[in-house]
Protein backbone atom coordinates (compact mmCIF):
# COMPACT_ATOMS: atom_id res chain seq x y z
CA UNK A 1 0.00 0.00 0.00
CA UNK A 2 1.43 3.36 -1.24
CA UNK A 3 1.81 6.26 1.18
CA UNK A 4 -0.85 8.38 -0.45
CA UNK A 5 -3.53 5.61 0.05
CA UNK A 6 -2.65 4.53 3.38
CA UNK A 7 -2.62 8.75 4.39
CA UNK A 8 -6.23 8.82 2.85
CA UNK A 9 -7.81 5.52 4.49
CA UNK A 10 -6.56 6.41 8.07
CA UNK A 11 -8.19 10.29 7.09
CA UNK A 12 -11.20 8.62 6.17
CA UNK A 13 -11.74 6.40 8.72
CA UNK A 14 -10.86 9.26 11.54
CA UNK A 15 -14.20 11.05 9.94
CA UNK A 16 -16.38 7.81 10.52
CA UNK A 17 -15.08 7.47 14.09
CA UNK A 18 -15.97 11.36 14.49
CA UNK A 19 -19.91 10.65 14.11
CA UNK A 20 -19.70 7.12 15.10
CA UNK A 21 -20.70 7.34 18.64
CA UNK A 22 -19.92 3.41 18.91
CA UNK A 23 -21.25 1.46 21.99
CA UNK A 24 -18.96 0.17 24.50
CA UNK A 25 -18.97 -3.99 25.54
CA UNK A 26 -19.79 -4.81 29.26
CA UNK A 27 -17.56 -4.35 31.53
CA UNK A 28 -15.10 -2.26 29.05
CA UNK A 29 -13.06 -0.49 31.68
CA UNK A 30 -11.75 -3.99 32.89
CA UNK A 31 -11.01 -5.11 29.41
CA UNK A 32 -7.90 -4.53 28.02
CA UNK A 33 -7.79 -2.31 24.69
CA UNK A 34 -5.66 -2.83 21.26
CA UNK A 35 -5.49 -1.38 18.15
CA UNK A 36 -3.16 -1.93 14.46
CA UNK A 37 -2.06 1.67 13.26
CA UNK A 38 -2.11 2.61 9.84
CA UNK A 39 1.65 2.57 9.92
CA UNK A 40 3.81 1.16 7.04
CA UNK A 41 4.07 -2.58 6.60
CA UNK A 42 2.80 -2.67 9.74
CA UNK A 43 0.70 -5.66 11.48
CA UNK A 44 1.50 -5.38 15.27
CA UNK A 45 -0.87 -4.35 17.37
CA UNK A 46 -0.48 -1.70 20.34
CA UNK A 47 -2.08 -3.47 22.95
CA UNK A 48 -2.24 -3.97 26.86
CA UNK A 49 -4.14 -0.18 27.15
CA UNK A 50 -6.90 -0.17 29.42
CA UNK A 51 -10.14 2.58 28.57
CA UNK A 52 -9.00 4.27 31.71
CA UNK A 53 -5.62 5.00 30.04
CA UNK A 54 -7.32 5.94 26.67
CA UNK A 55 -9.64 7.95 28.06
CA UNK A 56 -13.24 8.57 25.89
CA UNK A 57 -13.57 5.67 23.73
CA UNK A 58 -14.81 8.15 20.38
CA UNK A 59 -12.06 10.59 20.73
CA UNK A 60 -9.57 7.93 21.24
CA UNK A 61 -11.12 6.44 17.53
CA UNK A 62 -11.42 9.84 16.39
CA UNK A 63 -8.01 10.65 17.12
CA UNK A 64 -5.92 7.83 16.66
CA UNK A 65 -8.13 6.44 13.59
CA UNK A 66 -7.19 3.19 13.88
CA UNK A 67 -7.02 0.40 11.01
CA UNK A 68 -8.25 -2.09 13.55
CA UNK A 69 -9.31 -1.73 17.08
CA UNK A 70 -10.19 -4.84 19.56
CA UNK A 71 -11.17 -5.63 23.01
CA UNK A 72 -10.14 -8.80 25.03
CA UNK A 73 -12.89 -11.37 25.72
CA UNK A 74 -11.92 -11.42 29.52
CA UNK A 75 -12.23 -9.22 32.16
CA UNK A 76 -9.46 -8.04 34.28
CA UNK A 77 -8.38 -6.69 37.64
CA UNK A 78 -5.32 -4.52 35.75
CA UNK A 79 -6.07 -4.66 32.51
CA UNK A 80 -3.24 -2.01 31.36
CA UNK A 81 -0.99 -4.33 32.81
CA UNK A 82 1.72 -5.42 30.28
CA UNK A 83 1.86 -9.29 31.94
CA UNK A 84 -1.08 -11.43 32.13
CA UNK A 85 0.14 -12.48 35.64
CA UNK A 86 0.09 -8.79 36.56
CA UNK A 87 -3.56 -7.90 34.65
CA UNK A 88 -4.67 -10.85 36.98
CA UNK A 89 -7.74 -12.87 34.92
CA UNK A 90 -11.07 -12.60 36.47
CA UNK A 91 -13.68 -13.91 33.92
CA UNK A 92 -14.00 -14.15 29.78
CA UNK A 93 -16.81 -14.14 27.46
CA UNK A 94 -16.86 -17.12 25.45
CA UNK A 95 -16.18 -16.19 21.70
CA UNK A 96 -16.72 -18.29 18.72
CA UNK A 97 -15.46 -17.01 15.35
CA UNK A 98 -16.37 -18.23 11.94
CA UNK A 99 -13.76 -17.32 8.85
CA UNK A 100 -14.78 -18.13 5.47
CA UNK A 101 -11.42 -18.86 4.66
CA UNK A 102 -11.41 -22.24 6.27
CA UNK A 103 -14.66 -23.53 5.90
CA UNK A 104 -14.58 -27.51 4.69
CA UNK A 105 -14.76 -27.07 0.83
CA UNK A 106 -13.70 -23.47 0.46
CA UNK A 107 -10.92 -22.74 -1.66
CA UNK A 108 -9.78 -18.84 -1.07
CA UNK A 109 -7.98 -19.03 -4.65
CA UNK A 110 -10.32 -20.03 -6.75
CA UNK A 111 -13.79 -18.58 -4.63
CA UNK A 112 -15.12 -14.91 -4.42
CA UNK A 113 -15.39 -13.22 -1.65
CA UNK A 114 -18.49 -13.11 -2.03
CA UNK A 115 -19.38 -16.26 -2.11
CA UNK A 116 -17.46 -16.98 0.93
CA UNK A 117 -19.17 -14.95 2.84
CA UNK A 118 -22.47 -16.38 1.73
CA UNK A 119 -21.01 -19.65 2.24
CA UNK A 120 -19.59 -18.49 5.84
CA UNK A 121 -23.70 -16.96 6.59
CA UNK A 122 -25.25 -20.94 6.38
CA UNK A 123 -22.54 -22.02 8.73
CA UNK A 124 -23.22 -19.39 10.97
CA UNK A 125 -27.04 -20.90 11.22
CA UNK A 126 -25.75 -23.95 12.16
CA UNK A 127 -23.52 -22.19 14.86
CA UNK A 128 -26.41 -20.53 16.18
CA UNK A 129 -28.77 -23.91 16.36
CA UNK A 130 -26.15 -25.39 18.53
CA UNK A 131 -25.58 -21.85 20.54
CA UNK A 132 -29.82 -21.80 21.25
CA UNK A 133 -30.79 -25.45 21.65
CA UNK A 134 -27.75 -27.76 22.74
CA UNK A 135 -26.20 -25.18 25.23
CA UNK A 136 -29.17 -22.79 25.43
CA UNK A 137 -26.98 -19.66 26.33
CA UNK A 138 -28.13 -16.80 27.47
CA UNK A 139 -26.35 -12.89 26.50
CA UNK A 140 -25.45 -13.80 22.86
CA UNK A 141 -24.34 -11.28 20.49
CA UNK A 142 -23.92 -11.99 16.73
CA UNK A 143 -21.26 -9.92 14.98
CA UNK A 144 -20.63 -9.33 11.46
CA UNK A 145 -16.63 -9.19 11.59
CA UNK A 146 -16.34 -6.98 8.84
CA UNK A 147 -13.87 -9.41 7.22
CA UNK A 148 -14.44 -13.13 6.17
CA UNK A 149 -16.90 -14.16 8.36
CA UNK A 150 -19.15 -13.79 11.90
CA UNK A 151 -18.49 -13.30 15.61
CA UNK A 152 -20.44 -14.79 18.16
CA UNK A 153 -19.73 -13.49 22.27
CA UNK A 154 -21.46 -15.33 24.95
CA UNK A 155 -21.76 -13.17 28.15
CA UNK A 156 -23.56 -16.51 29.93
CA UNK A 157 -22.97 -15.92 33.49
CA UNK A 158 -22.65 -19.77 33.22
CA UNK A 159 -19.51 -19.90 30.71
CA UNK A 160 -17.41 -16.75 32.16
CA UNK A 161 -15.28 -18.79 34.45
CA UNK A 162 -14.71 -21.60 32.30
CA UNK A 163 -10.47 -22.54 31.59
CA UNK A 164 -9.33 -23.46 28.37
CA UNK A 165 -9.86 -27.11 28.70
CA UNK A 166 -13.61 -26.55 29.64
CA UNK A 167 -14.30 -24.44 26.36
CA UNK A 168 -12.15 -26.94 24.34
CA UNK A 169 -14.93 -29.48 25.36
CA UNK A 170 -17.58 -27.22 24.08
CA UNK A 171 -15.35 -27.05 20.56
CA UNK A 172 -15.26 -30.26 20.41
CA UNK A 173 -18.68 -30.94 20.45
CA UNK A 174 -19.78 -28.41 17.94
CA UNK A 175 -17.09 -30.20 15.71
CA UNK A 176 -17.78 -33.73 17.07
CA UNK A 177 -14.55 -34.30 17.70
CA UNK A 178 -14.10 -37.87 18.96
CA UNK A 179 -17.69 -38.23 19.11
CA UNK A 180 -19.13 -42.08 19.63
CA UNK A 181 -23.16 -42.46 19.13
CA UNK A 182 -22.80 -44.53 22.05
CA UNK A 183 -22.64 -41.41 24.43
CA UNK A 184 -26.28 -41.05 23.18
CA UNK A 185 -27.61 -44.79 23.78
CA UNK A 186 -29.31 -45.10 27.08
CA UNK A 187 -28.64 -49.31 28.32
CA UNK A 188 -31.07 -50.89 30.19
CA UNK A 189 -30.31 -54.55 31.56
CA UNK A 190 -33.53 -56.39 33.00
CA UNK A 191 -33.27 -60.39 33.62
CA UNK A 192 -31.17 -60.83 30.90
CA UNK A 193 -32.64 -58.30 28.54
CA UNK A 194 -30.37 -55.33 27.29
CA UNK A 195 -32.47 -52.60 26.02
CA UNK A 196 -30.73 -50.16 24.06
CA UNK A 197 -32.43 -46.63 23.40
CA UNK A 198 -31.69 -43.57 21.19
CA UNK A 199 -32.03 -40.60 23.31
CA UNK A 200 -33.73 -38.26 20.51
CA UNK A 201 -34.92 -35.23 22.73
CA UNK A 202 -31.84 -32.38 21.87
CA UNK A 203 -28.37 -32.81 21.07
CA UNK A 204 -26.41 -34.93 18.54
CA UNK A 205 -28.91 -37.69 19.90
CA UNK A 206 -32.00 -35.46 18.43
CA UNK A 207 -29.86 -34.84 14.79
CA UNK A 208 -29.08 -38.79 14.47
CA UNK A 209 -32.68 -39.57 15.49
CA UNK A 210 -33.80 -37.01 12.66
CA UNK A 211 -31.41 -39.00 10.08
CA UNK A 212 -33.23 -42.17 11.19
CA UNK A 213 -37.02 -41.14 10.71
CA UNK A 214 -35.86 -39.61 7.76
CA UNK A 215 -34.99 -42.59 6.10
CA UNK A 216 -37.20 -44.38 7.78
CA UNK A 217 -40.15 -42.14 5.65
CA UNK A 218 -38.00 -42.85 2.45
CA UNK A 219 -38.15 -46.41 2.97
CA UNK A 220 -41.75 -46.48 3.49
CA UNK A 221 -42.64 -44.32 0.06
CA UNK A 222 -40.33 -47.16 -1.80
CA UNK A 223 -41.08 -50.46 -2.95
CA UNK A 224 -39.65 -53.50 -1.42
CA UNK A 225 -37.21 -53.84 -3.54
CA UNK A 226 -35.91 -50.37 -3.62
CA UNK A 227 -35.74 -50.55 -0.09
CA UNK A 228 -33.52 -53.61 0.10
CA UNK A 229 -31.35 -52.10 -1.93
CA UNK A 230 -31.03 -48.72 -0.02
CA UNK A 231 -30.43 -50.37 2.95
CA UNK A 232 -27.84 -52.72 2.14
CA UNK A 233 -26.08 -49.59 0.66
CA UNK A 234 -24.84 -49.10 4.39
CA UNK A 235 -21.84 -50.89 5.09
CA UNK A 236 -22.74 -53.69 6.97
CA UNK A 237 -25.80 -54.67 6.44
CA UNK A 238 -26.04 -57.54 3.69
CA UNK A 239 -29.72 -58.95 2.92
CA UNK A 240 -30.55 -60.79 5.70
CA UNK A 241 -30.67 -57.61 8.03
CA UNK A 242 -32.01 -55.57 5.38
CA UNK A 243 -34.95 -57.80 5.41
CA UNK A 244 -35.20 -57.46 9.26
CA UNK A 245 -34.65 -53.59 9.72
CA UNK A 246 -37.63 -53.35 6.72
CA UNK A 247 -39.90 -56.25 8.42
CA UNK A 248 -39.73 -53.95 11.64
CA UNK A 249 -40.57 -50.92 10.05
CA UNK A 250 -43.36 -52.02 8.42
CA UNK A 251 -44.83 -54.09 11.50
CA UNK A 252 -43.25 -51.50 14.35
CA UNK A 253 -42.53 -48.19 13.03
CA UNK A 254 -43.09 -46.47 16.43
CA UNK A 255 -40.23 -48.77 18.20
CA UNK A 256 -37.93 -47.34 15.98
CA UNK A 257 -39.80 -43.70 16.24
CA UNK A 258 -39.51 -44.05 19.92
CA UNK A 259 -35.70 -44.80 19.62
CA UNK A 260 -35.68 -48.01 20.14
CA UNK A 261 -32.37 -50.06 19.10
CA UNK A 262 -33.63 -53.87 19.56
CA UNK A 263 -36.47 -53.26 17.29
CA UNK A 264 -34.38 -54.29 13.49
CA UNK A 265 -31.93 -56.14 15.43
CA UNK A 266 -27.99 -55.78 15.39
CA UNK A 267 -29.05 -54.19 11.61
CA UNK A 268 -30.73 -51.13 13.30
CA UNK A 269 -27.92 -50.61 15.99
CA UNK A 270 -25.49 -50.50 12.21
CA UNK A 271 -27.96 -48.37 10.30
CA UNK A 272 -28.36 -46.02 13.48
CA UNK A 273 -24.25 -46.08 13.90
CA UNK A 274 -23.97 -45.14 10.32
CA UNK A 275 -26.16 -42.71 10.45
CA UNK A 276 -24.42 -40.83 13.30
CA UNK A 277 -21.02 -40.61 11.63
CA UNK A 278 -22.39 -39.05 8.41
CA UNK A 279 -24.09 -36.28 10.99
CA UNK A 280 -20.72 -35.79 12.33
CA UNK A 281 -19.45 -35.01 8.77
CA UNK A 282 -22.39 -32.47 7.82
CA UNK A 283 -24.08 -30.91 10.84
CA UNK A 284 -20.65 -29.94 12.43
CA UNK A 285 -19.91 -25.45 12.70
CA UNK A 286 -16.29 -25.18 11.35
CA UNK A 287 -15.36 -22.89 14.44
CA UNK A 288 -11.82 -22.04 15.02
CA UNK A 289 -10.80 -23.60 17.74
CA UNK A 290 -7.65 -21.62 19.10
CA UNK A 291 -10.46 -18.26 19.36
CA UNK A 292 -12.70 -19.97 21.95
CA UNK A 293 -10.20 -21.57 23.52
CA UNK A 294 -8.09 -18.59 24.31
CA UNK A 295 -9.58 -16.97 27.89
CA UNK A 296 -7.35 -13.90 26.75
CA UNK A 297 -8.22 -13.46 23.39
CA UNK A 298 -8.61 -9.81 22.00
CA UNK A 299 -11.71 -9.24 19.48
CA UNK A 300 -12.97 -6.71 16.98
CA UNK A 301 -15.25 -4.16 18.51
CA UNK A 302 -18.82 -4.10 16.74
CA UNK A 303 -19.15 -0.45 15.20
CA UNK A 304 -15.84 -0.17 14.21
CA UNK A 305 -14.38 -0.78 10.75
CA UNK A 306 -12.64 -3.69 9.64
CA UNK A 307 -9.38 -2.32 7.75
CA UNK A 308 -8.83 -4.78 5.24
CA UNK A 309 -12.21 -4.10 3.86
CA UNK A 310 -13.55 -0.74 4.81
CA UNK A 311 -16.52 -2.21 5.84
CA UNK A 312 -18.23 -1.90 9.52
CA UNK A 313 -18.06 -4.60 12.02
CA UNK A 314 -21.51 -4.70 12.33
CA UNK A 315 -23.92 -6.44 15.32
CA UNK A 316 -26.86 -8.29 13.98
CA UNK A 317 -30.29 -9.20 15.96
CA UNK A 318 -31.29 -12.96 15.11
CA UNK A 319 -34.01 -11.66 13.12
CA UNK A 320 -31.33 -9.78 10.80
CA UNK A 321 -29.14 -12.51 10.10
CA UNK A 322 -31.32 -14.05 7.12
CA UNK A 323 -31.86 -10.45 5.09
CA UNK A 324 -27.90 -9.37 5.78
CA UNK A 325 -25.85 -9.07 2.60
CA UNK A 326 -22.53 -8.07 3.95
CA UNK A 327 -21.29 -6.52 1.18
CA UNK A 328 -24.20 -4.26 0.55
CA UNK A 329 -25.24 -3.83 4.49
CA UNK A 330 -21.97 -3.10 6.05
CA UNK A 331 -21.70 -0.59 3.69
CA UNK A 332 -20.55 2.67 6.22
CA UNK A 333 -23.05 5.81 4.77
CA UNK A 334 -19.80 7.61 5.69
CA UNK A 335 -18.53 6.42 2.28
CA UNK A 336 -21.33 6.98 -0.23
CA UNK A 337 -22.33 10.25 -2.07
CA UNK A 338 -19.05 11.62 -3.94
CA UNK A 339 -17.10 9.99 -6.23
CA UNK A 340 -13.04 9.63 -5.77
CA UNK A 341 -10.15 8.58 -8.18
CA UNK A 342 -8.30 5.34 -7.73
CA UNK A 343 -5.69 3.11 -9.27
CA UNK A 344 -7.28 -0.29 -9.64
CA UNK A 345 -4.05 -2.69 -10.17
CA UNK A 346 -6.00 -5.72 -9.09
CA UNK A 347 -8.22 -6.08 -12.27
CA UNK A 348 -11.34 -8.65 -12.50
CA UNK A 349 -14.68 -9.60 -11.06
CA UNK A 350 -15.80 -7.63 -8.15
CA UNK A 351 -19.44 -8.00 -6.43
CA UNK A 352 -20.20 -4.92 -3.87
CA UNK A 353 -23.26 -2.80 -2.82
CA UNK A 354 -25.82 -5.33 -4.38
CA UNK A 355 -23.42 -5.05 -7.60
CA UNK A 356 -21.49 -7.33 -9.88
CA UNK A 357 -19.23 -6.31 -12.46
CA UNK A 358 -15.75 -6.55 -13.78
CA UNK A 359 -13.50 -3.95 -13.46
CA UNK A 360 -9.93 -3.11 -15.52
CA UNK A 361 -6.41 -2.05 -14.51
CA UNK A 362 -5.91 1.48 -14.57
CA UNK A 363 -7.26 5.00 -13.53
CA UNK A 364 -11.19 5.01 -12.52
CA UNK A 365 -13.33 7.46 -10.89
CA UNK A 366 -15.68 5.59 -8.41
CA UNK A 367 -18.32 5.97 -5.22
CA UNK A 368 -15.81 6.67 -2.62
CA UNK A 369 -17.37 3.76 -0.58
CA UNK A 370 -15.96 1.15 -3.63
CA UNK A 371 -12.34 3.00 -3.49
CA UNK A 372 -12.21 2.36 -0.10
CA UNK A 373 -12.83 -1.43 -0.47
CA UNK A 374 -10.38 -1.65 -3.63
CA UNK A 375 -8.09 0.15 -1.71
CA UNK A 376 -8.13 -1.48 1.46
CA UNK A 377 -8.09 -4.89 -0.18
CA UNK A 378 -4.88 -4.15 -2.05
CA UNK A 379 -6.61 -3.73 -5.43
CA UNK A 380 -6.24 -0.36 -6.08
CA UNK A 381 -4.18 2.55 -4.76
CA UNK A 382 -5.20 6.67 -4.27
CA UNK A 383 -4.61 9.39 -7.27
CA UNK A 384 -4.99 12.67 -7.04
CA UNK A 385 -8.92 14.29 -7.45
Known sequence: MEDRTRTYLKGRFGDYY?????????????????????????????????????????????????????????RFTDPGATTMDQKDWQSADLIFDLDADHLPGIDPDTTSYADMLTACKAELQTLLAFIDNDFAFDETQVVFSGGRGYHVHVRDERVRRLDSAARREIVDYIRAIDLSVEIFIDTESNQGTTQRTLRHRGGWGWRVHKRLLELV?????????????????????????????????????????????????????ILVDALAQTAFEQETAPIDEPVTTDTNRLIRLPGSLHGGSGLLVIPLTRGEIASFHPLEDAVPERFRGRDIRVRVTDPGATTFDGDTFSITEGIHSVEECLGVFL???????????
Open 217 to 269: EELQASNETTALKRLQSFEGIGEGRAETILGQINANPEAIQAGNLEAGGAGIR
Open 375 to 385: MTRGRAEKVSQ
Open 18 to 74: ARANIDTPPAANRREWGHIPWTAGSTTMVRHQSLLELGSLDDFLHRTAPRHVYFSAA
